[in-house]
């Protein structure tokens, strides 16, 4: 299995490293077009909203496994529930999760009182095309 961690403060700057950081994994693993752009984006809007709801540190962790999808997983230390806002054209902000939906397989949220963590899997060209871990 492939994995790689990233740790940074919860702040609106760490949010193009999380990009950067991203980009730069999946290339070393060989992965590339839809899949690297779907989880830029998806990393981007978890590691925004972290940043936006979060306390003090995020941190990104990516793994691949031989027979599994891709897993991108980012834990907040956040006290504050991140909400889905309606799509309304008004609305600036609180579509990021619904974006994230969108473009994952699967997507899990666990909320705890010092921390939240969305577990997400991103289907990869060739790979498995259910699961096991998420669901």
Known sequence: MLLSFLHLPAVAASVPRTRRFTRSVLE???????????TEIIVSELAGNAALHGRSELTVRLALGRLSPLHVTVIDSGDRDCRCQPDRDDVEHGRGLLLVHGLAQHVLVTHQPSWHRVRVCVTVTDGPSQCRACG
């Open 28 to 38: 070393n693993w060989g992965l590339q077009g839809e899949v690297m752009d779907n």
